[in-house]
């Protein structure tokens, strides 16, 4: 077969020709959307469809790719995320809708990271997030059986079992039992930052906020030794300007992610920030991380907030990456394994 690994992404139709076995990663994939389309149409979902072109890139912390409408003259960005429009449409009275996107961010590259990515978002109204975990996990039991006909796999040499109840842990607690630090004991930005710093913390800067710092202590000492399916819950407020506060602790958001396979975060959910006034605090908060250089902070969005102030009942959203659940199931530590065309720099002229 042909084995040069940049020969065959540059050139996919030879290496489906000379490896049959990569033909097979693609009929995974295919039933992986299928059986994601026909669980949530099976559970009274509707499958819409929402501009990729969007005046503001909102709905994630990303940085966008922009371009320009010649004709109305105005700057356009591809979307980061559908988060906003399919939300405006639980406004609009649909109780559960769902894309399957095309996204994209301007971003890094790496072995999980393609700036063009397929995910699933839906949403469900009169749904918090402790619902949206028992429905994720049949979600998820449910297209590991359809694409291997077993409820556990293998990837990268370990077994993964996926068997109700998946483990849930707070985000605090995952720290603290993995690196003993407590963030409730740094509870501001100078705090976080000099214990980083401590901790030799590469990729932390002065002008980061709290909630990033969090995350990446988070990403240093927690996420890579997570192998079994495990909803991380509960993290930071300021790391999740569109969730919704715990009615306990305002400081933590009703988030949760689902982490396994040494650090692949599958989902990102939440219950959903329905509160027009304080979605536009929490915008405004990420307006001053844009101030102070952050290129990942919300836009505020104007025309969400009018939406919310119509009234969004009570909702859980949901996004998982299709590529990283095809990696998964396939055994692929490479996303560009598992995307047909990868994104690649051009050859040079020989």
Sequence with gaps: GLQDIEARFRKRYLDLIANPQVRDIFVARAVILSSVRKFLDDAGFLEVETPILQPLAGGALAKPFSTHHNALDMDLFLRIAPELYLKRLIVGGYERVYEVSRCFRNEGMDWSHNPEFTQVEFYMAYADYDQLMDFTEDLIIYIVKEVTGKNE??????????????????????????????????????????????????????????????????????????????????????????????????????????????????????????????????????????????????????????????????????????????????????????????????????
């Design 153 to 350: 796999i293998e990837y990268e040499g370990k077994k993964i079992k996926f068997k109700k109840p998946f483990k849930r842990v707070t985000f605090r607690q995952a720290l603290i039992d993995a690196a003993g630090i407590d963030i409730e004991a740094y509870p501001d930005q100078r705090s976080i930052y000099k214990k980083a710093e401590e901790l030799g913390l590469k990729d932390v800067g002065p002008k980061d906020n709290r909630g990033k710092i969090c995350d990446e202590l988070y990403k240093e000492f927690v996420r890579k030794n997570i192998v079994q399916p495990t909803f991380m819950i509960d993290h930071p407020i300021e790391l999740s300007p569109l969730a919704k506060k715990k009615e306990d602790d305002f400081r933590y958001v009703e988030r949760f992610q689902l982490v396994l396979g040494g650090g692949i975060e599958l989902v990102n959910a939440f219950s959903e920030l329905n509160d027009p006034i304080d979605q536009r605090a929490r915008f405004n908060e990420q307006q001053e991380s844009a101030l102070a250089g952050d290129e990942e902070a919300h836009p505020i969005d104007d025309d969400f907030i009018e939406a919310l102030s119509h009234g969004m009942p009570p909702c859980a959203g949901f996004g998982m990456g299709i590529d990283r659940l095809t990696s998964l199931l396939t055994d692929k530590r490479n996303i560009k394994e598992v995307i047909l065309f990868p994104t690649l720099r051009p050859k040079e002229n020989e």
